[in-house]
């Protein structure tokens, strides 16, 4: 099996390439006055980093290696610096930089949630930090400890939790362990005819507890629901012994501890089972690709769709930015698609289209043949009556066996001197324009700030009754002899700020961590986040509980 | 306008009556053993209590009347009365015996919001206890203060703030001040063409402000959600400043705070306005009446509705004593009643159905009519496959009509020396038999203790993906020279441990108060009432805000 990469996304055998799509490098170019061939700075070897001794104390590690046995107890340099710190692009950059001030001493992977007891009885006892580890995918670097933190830092890898341990086939609830990652989630549940339906960008290397511990979504949430309506009963270990909510569909005991666990990121403890919500696959599923004149009415239509009684699993619809890059990424066409898309090309002017404003969305449908035969044609009069026009099944296939490639574009733009990141966040339905108004102005302010020739795209991710997620990227070339993450910092906080200032959310699914943390306030008031204190302080009085996240 | 009861539920000029139910005496006399038309127990006159002086400081006093004005300061010995406590069965034995060992020392009225911020401000610089006060229809004892509580009282009635104050209709979110009533703010929404459709039991007497404050659940949330769903943005008033939530469809900062002010019952904070989720009133609405052979049909049937890719507005099943029970409270019918009756009868005879065992339910359809069409055959054929039939929509808009008068029934029954009360749990569809069994035996168990001929029903009130709600209603006359309180205890006590032992929730939307604390770290853990505590600790550490509720 390929390793995870220490340096960048995913599996060290797989990136990301421009060569089999002809339109991309000459796009790459136009936009960001690059060369897609030229790479600049490509990720060191491993060899070359200069990796901290762990600083692990032996009776700690005694105590460890009693609580999990010796093989599961790693001092591993590549262990611990792969353990290090998520995928963010300051986290990326840093790794690529040898930048390691402070790793984990130790990784330890626990086989049962009797061992994470006992890891966590050790790491109070000894006055350590834990930090427990999904996937790794977190973006809002929530796996990295303090720098100047004294403490011995145990990182929990939670991988060989990874089971399925029991279908409810009358209650529709799976009890799942929380260390599978999506893919092998999934298939536990294929083969007994069940999905979760949970499909974050991240899914490929994303774990369960971690989808639960940072409150994620994924792009069939509009039918499956977030992570947090999905998640039901949870064991979590802490330092005063089991946190269990029972898997009720509703329940009227106080605050919700269960809401209090998803989003909680580690600082309430560890996530070592959860009950999920589960459905059965389903008979029939099919993603359509439509087409808008603009941005705007896409926009419109998506939300006559949230408004209708349409239940549909997938919305999606990409500005016209965003939409010339979906199409400078297709790969090289065969000649039926070419014609095909000389006649589509061919009808759209005859509609009136601008092909350098109009905007590409999909929209799944999944359920019973019925069901999605209904809700496509209901959906086709919305669409319609904005102005757009299905153009089938093709795109929206394409879009499905190529959606969990896009974070290897980061990696591809770092090695040609690049930066590219996305920030996302929410707002009801009649925000949407004035903050991709706000962000779009705040991004593009920041590139001429900069100096830069930046590229800046959008698409609504997921829509609900009363509001949507808006999701964006940004990406350029710093300016010669600026340094990368002072530039990405004048860009991200410009987006960042813009979300809070136009009165949207910090962030839709990609959780606050520390890259976030400074907005928190600004989003759920000062008594909010004093909430969030006085709620960690008081459940992990000696900050064992992966400190300094959040808030 | 008829004032609210201080000795029992409602409004002075309303109850309930046998009298136009012919049925109902003899009902009540064969299964109680008591003769409805003796009254044994009247409620006093308000003369004849004695009412604690109020023991509000004057300078407190003055700091009030400055914040509210003279006018909406009340020391009336009525009006502390009636904010004293709830509707529970204990509130209302107690209030009828006049026993008021601690009751408000002064219900202040604001008009504002920042009017709460200087009442909650004067509270605080007093060390006065605030006890926020919405409808007053608690049943869990969240409004009543500690006996021995030697700090001042102020009951926040926030009857003023009774207004919608936007609508966005784009969004469909209504920006609504909490202590609307039920009618009130649906009247509001109405004249716009929206509802919020949130019909808990109380809805006459309960306020937005109290169902966030207790995580309420309305009769028709299997359509609009829970109000926890509902809700989206809050402002709370806090000795430590305004608490915001921004009323955004989803967000992943962090634990959710606004789910923690969702069921807190005024120990966070005074909430002042709620950003709902609101929807255009429906085309076309209608409850449809079901007979099923058995409850255990019914409820295969609602968890076989749940499970399919119908959308429906309510979901109600009865058990057989509940069937019969419903029965009884016909009202005198006419000859064509009579006449279809005698051929529903015959017709349920010849189809094999015990009158004895057979199970009533309703099932809710509102949207187009094109919806509700579809929807009424899809639900027909599960009902016909667990050998239900269609009673047409007779006995659902009877239902529709006298679903907020039960609450009544409780003082009726006082009057005649009978204890009867509510208690209702939320589980996983598989475990819903073994619940119920289990309420049922503790139920039975607890009539035996006490030597008493007791009444015993339950319905399924609310339907979810994974599980539902079970509501059961108990009433009996206690055993000669026993405590009413003492002897409601034993039957009380034995089915909400029947709750937690059988793995459900100790309430699904009645919340937690005084009357379920006892239950709550069974329920929710150690550790997770830990957290609550830490949280309420954090909030508020000089314990200004309705303290020792909940934990």
Redesign the interface.
Known sequence: MAEMKWWGWGLEEIEFTHEDKPELGPFIRRVLGIDADRIVSPPPRFEELTVPESRLPDDLRAQLERAVGPAHVSRDDRDRVVHARGKSLRDIVRQRRGDLPRIPDVVVRPGAEDEVVAIVAAAVAHDAVMIPFGGGSSISGSLEAAPDEARPIVSVDLERLDRVLDI?R????ARVQTGVPGPRLEEQLAVQGYTLGHFPDSFTHSTLGGWIA????GMQSDRYG?V?DQT?GLR?V?P??????????????????R???????GR??IITEATM?V?PLAARRVILGYLFPTFAEGLMAM?DIA?S?C?VSVTRVSDAAETRFSFATRKDPTLVDKAQSRALRAYLARRGFDTELMALGFIGFE??AD?VRRERRAVGRIVKAHGGLCIGTGPGELYDQKKFDTPYIRDFLLDRGVIGDVSET??????LAPVYDAVSGAAHGAFDELGVRGYFMCHLS?S??????LYFTFAFAPAPGAGILESYDVAKTAIQQSFVDA??????????GTE?AAW?AQ??????A??????F???DPGGHLNPGK??
Do not use: F, N
């Open positions: 409810d009358v209650s529709g609830l940072t409150r994620s979504s977030d947090a039901k979590v802490t005063s012994g089991m946190l269990v909510t029972r898997p009720v569909p509703a329940t009227s005991t106080g605050p919700s501890v809401q209090m666990v998803l989003g909680s990121e309430l403890g919500e459905r939300r408004a009684e239940s359920g019973s069901h929410a707002m009801p339905w009649s925000r997921h609900y009754h009363a509001g949507a997620c009165g949207a959310t910090l962030s839709h699914h990609h959780a606050v976030h928190l989003d759920i008031s000062e008594p909010g004093a909430l969030l204190r006085a709620l302080d008081g459940a959040i808030v």
